[in-house]
């Protein structure tokens, strides 16, 4: 249903309230067509009352937003068909095997070519369960991930929107469905709305980032810029902190602090100059190390280290 657009999905002042609670505070973002938007905030900030609300589960309080160019309400149902949605967990029959699962999910859809059960679980790495007895509720928790993208798949969506897709996962899992979702995405060209509590796994996947905290959008960024943020911070010891300290706050200002005998340098993209402006000033560096800022430290610094249960 291309509307030909490079806006798949465009929010303007979308505010959500559940009683008193604002869950969504006046937000705007955009997705482009082809990315993989990932959607990051701690648990309880508003990243599933959002996805709620694009899928049609749940009604904005006040604000509007565009799915696929569709505005209204009868348009954005039409949209809907064309975007494919995994919000908490997988919607499977527990008692079915994936075949049928997806058997199922076919005919709920109006579609008849049952060659696409085979060639959706091949595509998600689930060949070894094409002809299995085994049925989803005996699957591992990455399998059923697995099996829901399947499904999701199986009406070629425009749109993927994913609510942790990695939650409970372990770490060769969270891999496995990292490389099958940039595969999908490079493949098929669909856009990807993903939320995650965990910044760091979402920069190894996502191409563009939208921050919330506590109901409110408070960045918008691309992966180059998020990356060009993230910055070197230079921890060293001289054998004269004192003079050190005075030189460097001079060429450093409010990025110079003294903890425990050492000098920590904040937001350092070139350390050698350090070491060139101590050195010219004959003093003599004792030890020198960088120390790289997380991805996790930019996002607590980001929401000014607030907390949410």
């Known amino acids: 249903m291309s509307n030909g657009s490079d806006i798949v999905v465009e929010t303007k002042g979308l505010t959500k309230k559940y009683g008193t609670t604002l ?24 990243k599933t009352t959002l996805i709620r609300v694009l899928t049609g589960i749940a009604n904005p309080t ?25 919000v908490e967990t997988p919607a499977l029959y527990m008692n079915m095997t994936a075949h049928d699962n997806l058997r199922t999910t076919l005919i709920l859809k109006g579609l008849k070519d049952e060659s696409l059960i085979r060639s959706r679980l091949e595509e998600v790495g689930l060949s070894d ?20 993208i399947a499904m999701a798949l199986l009406g070629d969506p425009e749109l993927l929107i994913l609510d942790e897709p990695t939650n409970g996962l372990d770490p060769e899992g969270i ?4 490389e099958l979702l ?44 998020l990356f060009n943020k993230v910055s070197k911070s230079v921890i060293i ?26 000098i920590h340098v904040a937001e350092v993209n070139n350390s050698s100059e350090i070491v060139k402006l101590l050195v010219k000033s004959d003093i003599n560096v004792l030890q020198f190390r960088e120390q790289e800022n997380g991805l996790e430290d930019y996002f607590i610094n980001l929401i000014g280290g607030n907390h949410h249960d």
């Open 62 to 86: 006040s604000g509007s937003f565009t799915l696929l160019g569709a505005a209204t309400k009868n348009e954005q149902k039409e949209a809907r068909k064309h975007i494919a949605a995994m």
């Open 237 to 262: 010891k001289t054998d004269d902190n004192v003079r050190a300290l005075a030189i460097l706050n001079g060429a450093y200002q409010n990025r110079v602090t003294s903890e425990n005998g050492s």
């Open 175 to 178: 891999r496995e469905m990292r």
């Open 23 to 46: 869950a969504l505070n006046n937000v705007s973002i955009s997705v482009h067509r082809g990315e993989i938007y990932g959607f990051v905030g701690r648990n309880g900030a508003g």
């Open 129 to 148: 369960v094409i002809a299995s007895s085994k049925k989803a509720k005996d699957f591992s928790l990455g399998m059923k991930q697995r099996l829901g």
């Open 182 to 225: 940039v595969n999908i995405n490079k493949s098929r060209n669909i856009t990807m709305i993903i939320s995650s509590h965990i910044l760091g796994e979402l920069s190894k996947l996502a191409t563009r980032f939208g921050f919330i905290d506590k109901g409110v959008i408070i960045n918008e960024i691309s992966s180059d810029d």
